[in-house]
């Protein structure tokens, strides 16, 4: 991936390069080219700028974060969608109370049920099934029940040292059973109009309730544009088609790696795959 990102650097560095001399204007510019232009600009000190390498570091960070997390989400979305049609002709009702075919961010965060959709499907099927953090000093952890040790002892605290690597599963605590309820596995948008207590109790989540964002001060600072661009997304697809499986829900599991990407089981070797029949949609009947 490093050496496609560097080919990108170097191919809108030089588109960018004619207009590095003016000053820095922003609009209309995709991301990579915003931060280049303003790199490259001569209004910007040099102490300030970033090298080459730093650059190019950035593209892996907008592909992963910016771009698979919210198109694997859409996709997990409509996968869910398509297996519960009642599900989605009450989200797709809800839809067409908006008036406007380009809904602004205010309208698209006013439609409740979308946003049941969204979190369900965030909680069901979260994009990163997984994250590491490496323990910058020594520490003990309470534990909300004791555990007992290979040798019969009970302890009620877990200790971590300083640089060790603590694994943490974004999707088991998602669908723990002890939280959710017992039909914590299943998609079910409907349980977010009363949330159990006990997902209202966990603290430090970006986005209430969920782990999806992870928590503190080192949760994904892009969580509100994710959830907005995938509410836009939605939007326009369930307004514009009916959405049913193609293959068997047993035939879709989920890939392996850092991003949760939906694969077809009977030919894994497609890479993440979702195969879907999409009919037009009769507007007369909303």
């Known amino acids: 991936m490093l050496s496609i990102a560097s080919q990108i650097v170097s191919d809108s560095k030089r588109d960018i390069f004619p207009q590095a001399e003016k000053s820095f204007d922003s609009s209309k510019r995709d991301l990579l080219s915003v931060l280049l232009k303003a790199n490259m600009s001569t209004s910007v000190p040099a102490h300030q700028r970033m090298s080459d390498a730093e650059l190019i570091a950035q593209i892996p960070t907008f592909v992963l974060a910016g771009h698979?997390?919210?198109?694997?989400?859409?996709?997990?979305?409509?996968?869910?969608?398509?297996?519960?049609?009642?599900?989605?002709?009450?989200?797709?009702?809800?839809?067409?109370?908006?008036?406007?075919?380009?809904?602004?961010?205010?309208?698209?965060?006013?439609?409740p049920y979308l946003e049941c959709v969204v979190r369900e499907t965030l909680r069901v099927h979260g994009p990163v099934a997984f994250m590491d953090r490496i323990a910058t000093q020594d520490d003990v952890l309470p534990l909300s029940r004791p555990y007992i040790d290979k040798a019969g002892k009970s302890h009620d605290t877990f200790p971590i040292r300083k640089g060790q690597i603590i694994h943490m599963s974004i999707l088991a605590f998602n669908r723990d059973t002890e939280i959710w309820g017992p039909d914590a596995g299943e998609f079910r948008p409907e349980r977010w109009e009363n949330v159990p207590s006990a997902a209202g109790?966990?603290?430090?989540?970006?986005?209430?309730?969920?782990?999806?964002?992870?928590?503190?001060?080192?949760?994904?600072?892009?969580?509100?544009?994710?959830?907005?661009?995938?509410?836009?997304?939605?939007?326009?697809?369930?307004?514009?088609?009916?959405?049913?499986?193609?293959?068997?829900?047993?035939?879709?599991?989920?890939?392996?790696?850092?991003i949760h990407s939906p694969i077809y089981l009977d030919e894994p070797e497609r890479g993440s795959t979702l195969p879907m029949i999409l009919k037009p949609v009769n507007k007369q009947e909303y």
């Open 68 to 111: 698979e997390t919210t198109s694997n989400s859409t996709s997990w979305a409509l996968h869910s969608l398509s297996l519960h049609p009642a599900t989605q002709r009450k989200l797709r009702a809800e839809l067409f109370t908006l008036s406007s075919e380009n809904p602004t961010m205010e309208e698209l965060n006013s439609l």
């Open 201 to 258: 109790a966990i603290p430090g989540m970006p986005h209430p309730n969920l782990f999806s964002f992870f928590a503190g001060q080192t949760n994904c600072i892009g969580y509100r544009f994710s959830l907005v661009e995938m509410k836009a997304l939605l939007f326009t697809l369930i307004r514009a088609f009916e959405f049913e499986p193609a293959v068997p829900k047993s035939s879709i599991g989920h890939g392996a790696g850092f």
